[in-house]
């Protein structure tokens, strides 16, 4: 099963993953070789987000790519903005100058945990009308 990317933390995208899976801990622990205490430990956030390593693992017991989790695809966009420190200056002054709707081409609404950025095309309402 294809999960589409989640915007929710890491801890609670597991969560959702397990479940859209039918998984349990146990089931996540005896497919990634990740003891089910440190992966309780990781989505309560006694622990960090894990490593790219340990993430992949995860994400292959689980059945989905490691870019499902947004923390992965964070590591990625910043590996590129270093590496093209060109590109991180534009967006950065694009950024000053008119913020993240610009620099999207976007309206961004006032909610972004909830993955709420629409098509500066989209004509419906953002939450809260702004």
């Not at 622990?29 to 490593?51: A, C, F, I, Q, T």
């Not at 689980?62 to 923390?71: G, K, L, T």
């Not at 620099?103 to 004509?123: I, K, M, Q």
Request: aromatic share 6%; net charge neutral.
């Amino acid at each position: 099963m294809s999960l589409p990317w989640s915007t929710r933390p890491f801890g609670e995208a597991l969560r959702d993953a397990l479940e859209a899976q039918g998984m349990s801990f146990r089931d996540l622990e005896s497919r990634s070789l990740v003891p089910v205490g440190n992966l309780h430990d990781h989505v309560s956030g006694k622990r960090g987000v894990p490593g790219d390593d340990l993430l992949r693992r995860i994400a292959d017991g689980v059945h989905v790519e490691p870019s499902y989790f947004r923390e992965w695809r964070h590591r990625r966009l910043v590996e590129a903005l270093e590496a093209h420190p060109d590109v991180e200056l534009r967006l950065w002054r694009r950024l000053e100058r008119g913020g993240f709707a610009t620099v999207l081409g976007a309206r961004v609404d006032s909610t972004p945990a909830e993955g709420a950025v629409r098509p500066a095309s989209d004509p419906s309402p953002s939450p809260g009308g702004r």
